[in-house]
């Protein structure tokens, strides 16, 4: 009797010591839920960087969707994630859906753009903790022609899920989302820069030039300094055109008068079209020629001007491969597409004229 009182007796006592215990953990739960849901659930998150490049390229590029896929942050970690697209890619109401089994799934919208200044848009995430739904901007600011100053922002409230889940992590939602966003802008300025290199050269072919009257000043420099120096002339041509009421006829061009390789040193012309022939006073350094209507080898340029030489190179082996004879002197290139109207290189078109002897043999 004795063994079984005291059996019962410990028996009794490891059930206080449960029931104390549960209430104990009950009391822990409650104050951890009061905890969480005392927390304020409100984050505001915003990364900048400058970019060197054009507002109008960077704008351009937040705007479309389908280059997300190229600089966005969670891209390298999501082999698993499935894209799909709205019919409009760019501009408002434009989104873009996501699922993965190790992402979540989630969709973001373009509510409100304008143009070169701003993008808003709506952030929707589905996960284990639940749907949350998060306002993203996009400031871009002109800084110059070269340099845009971009601001990447994301503000919203945490569900209860949400603040109970970010407690269990090393680093709370604002430091993953500023850690993710920094990331995402160094990829953004990365590829902007990436796709301004890109360029392309065509030869065109053998064609026709009509040839024209055209103001002009001249000048002899080395040959790696010619694009510098003919920022300097054309404005000088501009500003005689204008105040002598003198009609522009065309896209400013270069003339290669005279041209030395082996000394690397050229004579050349700051050129722009007129429709008549013009007479200028003889202290003028900006003067009047005319171009002959002539056979040319014609080669196009996408890009930018430092790959103008490269152009040349292609050009004038075309006519060694295809037996053409190029004049020793007057080769010209035509600005059809340039800084003053694209600010992206990668949109600039030139193109190249290799006066000929004669024409090809048939």
Excluded at 25 to 32: D, E, S
Aim: aromatic letters at 12%.
């Amino acid at each position: 009797m004795i063994i079984l009182a005291k059996h019962i007796i410990q028996t009794f006592t490891s059930m206080k010591i449960i029931k104390y215990l549960f209430f104990l953990l009950l009391l822990c739960v409650i104050g951890m839920t009061v905890y969480i849901a005392t927390l304020d659930g409100d984050f505001k998150v915003e990364e900048s960087q400058v970019i060197d490049a054009p507002d109008t390229l960077v704008f351009a590029t937040l705007n479309e969707y389908k280059t997300w896929e190229k600089w966005g942050p969670w891209m390298d970690d999501a082999d698993d994630i499935v894209v799909k697209y709205s019919d409009t890619t760019s501009g408002e109401g434009a989104y873009y859906t996501w699922r993965s089994p190790t992402q979540g799934a989630g969709k973001i919208e373009t509510q409100k753009v304008v143009p070169y200044t701003s993008i808003q848009q709506k952030i929707t995430f589905v996960t284990p903790a639940g749907e949350s739904t998060s306002d993203v901007y996009w400031t871009i600011e002109k800084l110059d022609r070269k340099k845009t100053k971009v601001t990447w922002g994301i503000q919203g409230s945490q569900s209860f899920m949400e603040k109970a889940f970010w407690l269990t992590q090393d680093n709370t939602l604002s430091q993953n989302l500023s850690a993710m966003y920094k990331e995402g802008l160094q990829k953004l300025a990365t590829y902007v820069q990436k796709e301004m290199e890109q360029y392309t050269v065509h030869v065109d072919g053998v064609t026709e030039h009509g040839g024209g009257f055209y103001m002009y000043s001249a000048m002899a420099a080395a040959i790696p300094a010619i694009p510098t120096k003919v920022k300097g002339l054309f404005p000088a041509v501009q500003a005689y055109m204008q105040n002598n009421n003198i009609p522009q006829a065309g896209e400013l061009f270069v003339i290669y008068n005279e041209m030395n390789t082996e000394q690397g040193t050229a004579i050349f012309s700051a050129a722009i079209p007129t429709t008549e022939k013009i007479s200028t006073p003889i202290e003028s350094n900006v003067l009047c020629k005319f171009l002959p209507r002539q056979h040319v080898l014609k080669a196009t340029l996408k890009g930018n001007h430092k790959n103008l030489e490269e152009a040349w190179k292609v050009a004038y082996q075309y006519c060694k491969t295809h037996h053409l004879i190029p004049s020793t002197s007057g080769a010209f290139e035509v600005y059809r597409i340039q800084e003053t109207t694209k600010a992206n290189p990668a949109a600039w078109v030139t193109e190249l004229y290799i006066p000929l002897e004669r024409e090809p043999s048939e």
